[in-house]
């Protein structure tokens, strides 16, 4: 399938063209050279003539890297071994670490674009070092033989690298590696020699050199702005809008994607005060790197003679195994916890406590629960009786005296004994919408105004998990919050599952947002560090039954009827009627292996045969070119995927450089949900007025091709202060503050915004040069519920651009409304800024310096 330039050899061809044109092919080219195999953390080249002196190709760079395991110090390639085989095309093989009984392979036809990786599990040896290939064209079979750290060797064979025989111990003379050490660079360096034409090597160059010239645009910035626009005077704009030429596009574009990163969801979104609450906290959480991640973590005992311990001989529940001891020896000491970073209250509100309480010894009793602060002292106190050795649930109210935010809960038993507390919990009476186990108010609002069309859930790498364990399972995030099962994040801390699937479908309802949960493909996550490299831990084929037939009762539990099994469990949580879900993801960033297509295709077609009124939205990788992208369009095309999952994280000068993305993307096959992206400066934090704005007018080509893009989705959505492992994020908080963006404000300017049919328009300006081009962005849409038309205008050059408009033909709104966000692009802290009835002199306007601007015309 051939889109834009993502195909790189449509690529080249164009780059082909620009050489010519500009006189860079030279005439004297060799008819064939040696082309040199080599392997450094990736697969990179070198030529000769005369296999003496060698050039390297690109200067060391890298064709293709390794994709097994975890991102960072587990993606290294060792000895890659190279061979031309079957219909000349390329193969290679390579090591992958001194630990495991894997290989690496992948081939190609070009050496530029390669297919899909496998890592092959096999049966012998210690581990697997040095591999090498050969192919035997009588048999058409590939062998690979290898050695192993206890220097014996083994040899596998392939015809089609999907099915492998049984490894076998081999001679040594069996092992042969034709690998030859140059001296390349000063340096010398191991790989293979093999005789091949210049049109291949010369395919090389010009890739890399394409490679070099996007990464040249892509690294633009609005630093350089004073020497690339120097004397550059205001700019005349005319914008012509076609009515006439009007089309409808996806009233879905503009969503929200909500993942449990950066303390999103406990400690966050979801409003309980108290931490650790189930005492379920476990070093394995951390991957064992920090020693106070315990189950103990957030709680200490004050008091002499006072001591906690945790235990799981006699669990409240099963599937919440663990429960705090605490013995006092008077009744003076107290249990404490701290929340998260402290507790914030309010003065006159109240708050729930509850918890589940038996006695261990010494029965009868009663016990204090109080609310203090650091500074201020005791703020509410409530005494409650404590039951006899069975496990009972405790409930009482406490009311802030004053406000705070250094608050701590402390349970304080007035007699000695032992005593066994779990669920522990303290919860605001005011969350969103009032709801019960709900979310806290400020967040979620902020959330609610962005005018979100979906909510994506629970997240991204999070759905799909570190290794099959890990896997998020929706079964175990729904009933009473003692039943549900917790669970190590994939982003190294802890998730309560308070925050489950029944708290995601009852926010969508709130905020009249299609919910959009995803789950993994069977799969987890590419860069999982636990079950072997990546996705091959995929779930057993033995297993996925069971696996698919929980995605089907997933939709039972949205839409079924109470007399279901899954839709009464709906109903007991207080929700009778359906939520009406339309949409499932399947898959997120996922290598697309036939690991990941055999288990994709199984859910799939059981999905598609069950619920055909379902909307299924595939993957395409973590990339917008590449491999996985290469590979899940081809599934997606193969299977008529409704819909196809893309994601990428670029800088400011990509979305400006790349309007045209989608615009020769093929209307007759998937429609695409933009599913994450975000420009982000090299070394910044957060967003800023530059990044918002190539946002901006990325988002006005969205608006363009809202036929084919169907849905949109910034990520991350949220990141607690002091708690932030992925940067940018759209909104950053505090336990007492809301930290909007500036790209915030983008979204919420387009979401707020939006429109379902899309008015195409000419621009003529009085600078012709493509970089001043590529900064005056547009997008006309009209809201056919209000007949409103609205046109949100782009500049982000440091001049002014006066933007005459015709309008000719359209019915306009008797009332004007105009939005600016504008400022320094370095700044983090422009707001836009509205006035309305605003009066049209000719209908021009100036679009200010670095700036969004948005024309609503309305009847209201």
């Known amino acids: 399938m051939i889109r834009k330039f993502k195909n790189l050899r449509v690529a080249l061809f164009f780059f082909l063209g620009y050489c010519i044109s500009n006189g860079a092919m030279a005439s004297d080219q060799p008819d064939s050279v040696y082309l040199f195999a080599y392997g450094t953390n990736g697969l990179r080249f070198a030529w000769s003539q005369d296999k003496q002196n060698w050039t390297s190709i690109g200067n ?30 390329w193969q290679a093989v390579w090591g992958l670490n001194d630990r495991t009984l894997q290989f690496a392979h992948a081939g190609s036809n070009d050496l530029i674009s390669w297919g899909p990786q496998s890592y092959p599990y096999l049966e012998k040896g210690k581990n697997v070092l040095k591999p090498v290939i050969s192919y035997d064209k009588i048999s058409q079979t590939y062998r690979i033989t290898y050695t192993d750290s206890q220097s014996k060797y083994f040899q596998t064979t392939t015809q089609d690298f999907k099915k492998y025989s049984s490894a076998e111990e081999v001679p040594p003379a069996q092992y042969k590696n034709q690998s ?19 049109i291949l090597v010369d395919g090389l160059l010009k890739s890399y050199q394409l490679t070099q010239y996007n990464a ?19 700019v005349d704009a005319k914008i ?21 990163i950066n303390y999103a969801a406990d400690g966050g979104l979801y409003a309980e005060l108290i931490q650790n609450r189930g005492f379920e906290y476990h070093p394995a959480d951390k991957k064992y790197n920090d020693k106070a991640w315990t189950s103990t973590h957030a709680w200490s005992v004050r008091g002499e003679g006072a001591s906690l311990q945790v235990d799981s001989v006699q669990p409240l529940h099963g599937n919440n195994p663990r429960y705090a001891m605490f013995t006092t020896e008077s009744s003076r000491a107290a249990l404490i916890n701290t929340g998260f970073d402290g507790i914030v209250v309010k003065k006159g509100e109240a708050y729930n406590f509850s918890m589940f309480s038996r006695q261990i010894a010494k029965a009868g009793g009663k016990l204090e629960v109080r609310l203090v602060s650091e500074k201020q002292g005791l703020l509410a106190k409530a005494t409650i009786a404590l039951p006899s050795s069975e496990w009972r649930s405790l409930k009482t109210t406490l009311t802030a005296s004053a406000d705070a935010s250094d608050v701590r809960l402390e349970l304080q038993p007035l007699q000695a004994g032992s005593y066994g507390f779990d669920m522990v919990s303290l919860f605001p009476q005011k969350t969103f919408k009032g709801r019960k186990n709900g979310l806290r108010p400020d967040l979620a609002k902020t959330i609610a105004d962005l005018h979100p069309r979906f909510i994506r859930f629970p997240g991204g790498c999070v759905a799909h998990g570190d290794g099959i364990d890990n896997i998020y399972k929706w079964k175990n995030t729904i009933g009473p919050l003692e039943t549900r099962v917790p669970d190590r994040n994939l982003w190294n801390y802890h998730q309560s599952m308070g925050l489950g699937y029944f708290e995601y479908f009852q926010f969508c309802e709130d905020v009249g947002a299609e919910p959009v949960p995803v789950l993994a493909a069977g799969v987890p996550c590419q860069n999982s560090s636990h079950g072997g490299g990546g996705q091959q831990g995929g779930i057993p084929m033995s297993e996925m039954g069971k696996y698919v037939q929980d995605i089907l009762d997933l939709v039972e539990y949205a839409n079924g009827g109470v007399n279901t099994t899954w839709g009464k469990k709906r109903a007991e949580a207080g929700h009778p009627k359906p939520f009406n879900l339309k949409y499932i993801g399947i898959g997120n960033e996922d290598l697309i ?3 990941f297509r055999e288990r994709f295709e199984m859910i799939y077609h059981a999905l598609r045969k069950a619920h055909p009124e379902i909307t299924i939205i595939g993957t395409a990788g973590p ?12 599934i997606a095309s193969e299977l008529d995927i409704p819909v196809i999952d893309e994601h990428y994280y670029q800088s400011p000068g990509w979305f400006i450089n790349n309007q045209n993305f989608y615009d020769k993307y093929d209307r007759s096959k998937s429609k695409v949900y933009l599913g994450e992206y975000a420009a982000s400066l090299p070394g910044k934090v957060r967003t800023n007025l530059e990044t918002a704005l190539a946002e901006a007018a990325y988002l006005t080509s969205l608006e363009r091709n809202g036929d084919i893009v169907h849905m949109t989705s910034y990520a991350p959505l949220l990141a607690k202060e002091g708690h932030t492992q992925w940067n940018p994020d759209l909104v950053y908080f505090t336990n007492t503050e809301i930290k909007p ?64 408009l015709d309008l000719a033909g359209l019915k306009l709104g008797k009332k004007i409304s105009r939005t600016v966000l504008s400022g320094d692009p370095a700044g983090t802290t422009a707001k836009p800024q509205t006035i309305d009835d605003v009066i049209l002199e000719k209908n021009t306007l100036e679009l200010q310096p670095y700036s969004l601007t948005v024309l609503r015309f309305s009847n209201k």
């Open 60 to 89: 060391g760079h890298p064709y293709v890297k390794s994709d097994y395991g975890a991102w960072g110090s587990e993606k290294r390639m060792y000895t890659p071994y190279l061979i031309e085989g079957k219909d000349g095309r």
């Open 180 to 198: 030859t050490t140059i001296s390349l660079g000063g340096e010398k360096v191991e790989g293979q020699v093999h005789r091949v034409s210049w």
């Open 216 to 234: 040249a645009l892509n690294a633009e910035t609005t630093s350089q702005d004073a020497q690339r626009f120097a004397g550059l005077k205001t």
């Open 240 to 260: 012509v809008l076609q009515p006439q030429a009007s089309k409808p596009i996806s009233d879905m574009l503009m969503g929200v994607f909500f993942e449990d």
């Open 593 to 595: 292996t036939e690991v």
């Open 623 to 634: 990339f917008f070119e590449g491999t996985d992208y290469v590979e899940g369009w081809k």
């Open 741 to 804: 963006t500036v790209g915030y404000y983008v979204q919420q300017l387009y979401g707020q915004h939006a429109g379902d049919r899309y008015i195409p328009a000419t621009i003529t300006l009085s600078e012709q040069a493509e970089n001043i081009r590529k900064r005056i962005a547009y997008s006309a849409v009209r809201d056919s519920k209000s007949n409103d038309l609205i046109i949100k205008m782009v500049n982000i050059l440091p001049v002014s651009v006066n933007a005459e």
